[in-house]
């Protein structure tokens, strides 16, 4: 019952425009953030979670699909090696106005939640269901600041206080420590991030997510068959973009290719095993 009032006042105080939010505008390479891929045993109990959080169910060709401001969620049915942790993309960080306050409501819900031990009043943690942990950051605190290399620009907004509720603000890269640079190279030269740091990491910015690397003693298992077996970018002019990408030696795990839907999709893998959908198409109502 403490759930489902929740639901419902979350849909009273977000309105439709904001839950049905579209994509962030691309990048100049014509690169936005578009969904995160789960593979989840028990699809409703996890579309409960993510509805919980701020998301509202759509459709985007013949899949189901959840859309939270700026950003997809995918969830299909299926056996996972593991979560998010132990793989080279170890957890994602949403940003919202009060971590306090959002993770008493999650908690009222029935979902563990526990804060963080580096900024506890400012960092939080949920875990769904199936135990996958979703950082929460705290709109305009020190976590949340991106600065780039060249000046001190504002990566998607994070010195301006958020207009909506929740919205996706990093994906954090677990990579053998010496690869940093590398990472945050490949990811400027393959789809135009432009390079800086969040709090003390390195990153990249992108429209719609911050990405970011730390360096790890080990290598970690790639993404593909994990709960989050791939992150997905929405791209403009698809079919040119993959060409361009395999002209340069980018090598295509699924070659270019439209679907009755007309929503045009590719998969490739980056140097460091994480599983990446481009996408064209998703972003259209």
């Not at 090696?81 to 957890?91: A, D, I, Q």
């Not at 919202?96 to 819900?109: D, G, I, L, S």
């Not at 390079?195 to 080990?218: C, I, M």
């Not at 998969?267 to 990446?276: N, Q, S």
Request: net charge neutral; glycine share 10%.
């Amino acid at each position: 019952m403490r759930e489902l009032i929740l639901t419902l006042s979350l849909v009273v105080l977000w309105p439709p425009s904001t839950l049905l939010a579209q994509l962030s505008p691309p990048n100049k390479m014509g690169v936005t953030m578009g969904h995160l891929h789960y593979i989840v045993r028990d699809v409703e109990a996890n579309k409960k979670f993510w509805v919980a959080l701020g998301a509202t169910p759509l459709t985007r060709g013949s899949r189901e699909a959840l859309m939270l401001p700026g950003l997809m969620i995918f969830l299909d049915q299926g056996n996972t090696s593991g979560g998010t942790e132990g793989s080279v993309v170890n957890h994602v960080g949403f940003r919202v106005p009060n971590v306090a306050q959002f993770m008493a409501r999650m908690k009222a819900a029935g979902y563990k939640v526990a804060s963080s031990t580096i900024a506890p009043k400012t960092v939080g943690n949920v875990f769904s269901p199936e135990g996958e942990r979703i950082e929460l950051l705290e709109d305009l605190s020190e976590n949340v600041q991106f600065t780039l290399d060249q000046g001190s620009q504002d990566g998607n907004g994070a010195q301006r206080k958020m207009a909506v509720p929740i919205s996706l603000h990093h994906i954090h890269f677990y990579v053998p420590e010496g690869s940093t640079a590398g990472i945050q190279a490949w990811y400027g030269k393959v789809f135009g991030a432009l390079p800086g740091k969040r709090y003390h990491y390195e990153a990249d910015d992108l429209p719609g997510v911050n990405l970011n690397f730390s360096g790890v003693p080990t290598k970690l298992e790639p993404t593909k068959g994990r709960m989050l077996d791939h992150i997905g970018f929405e791209i403009t002019n698809l079919e040119a973009f993959c060409a361009r990408l395999e002209s340069s030696g980018v090598k295509l795990d699924s070659p270019y290719k439209k679907n009755q839907s007309s929503i045009a999709k590719a998969f490739l893998t980056d140097p460091w095993g994480t599983y990446i959908e481009l996408t064209e198409g998703l972003n259209i109502l």
